[in-house]
């Protein structure tokens, strides 16, 4: 059975940073493009950042671009997401995402809140 579980949400000031992570069970990541998404309240969902298996290569939504950086460890199976210069338009829950075979496979959601 194929898992993800993010992790690493909170509550933190303007200009704070976190690291989420996507930890995967039943599922080598390595395989697979993984995506960053995120729901804030009211709104529909928003593609934050991905990194595909092929060469590694990412890509980031201009709202992130330049303070929001994706990555892959492949030792312990986890993607993160590291969210630098935070800003309260970024509060949302954030799911990790991947396409397993022609099933959407979706993370339970962390809660990341930026307010003063």
């Known amino acids: 059975q194929v898992q993800l579980v993010e992790s690493g949400g909170g509550l933190v000031q303007p200009g704070g940073s976190l690291r989420l992570s996507c930890a995967a069970s039943?599922?080598?990541?390595?395989?697979?493009?993984i995506a960053w998404f995120r729901q804030a309240p009211g709104k529909g969902p928003e593609g934050v950042s991905s990194i595909s298996s092929s060469d590694g290569s990412t890509a980031d939504a201009d709202s992130v671009k330049g303070r929001f950086t994706i990555s892959r460890d492949k030792a312990t199976n986890t993607v993160y997401l590291q969210m630098n210069s935070l800003k309260p338009e970024d509060t949302a829950v954030y799911y990790c995402?991947?396409?397993?075979?022609?099933?959407?496979?979706w993370g339970q959601g962390t809660q990341v809140t930026v307010s003063s």
């Open positions: 995402y991947l396409l397993w075979g022609s099933v959407p496979t």
């Open positions: 039943g599922i080598d990541l390595k395989y697979y493009a």
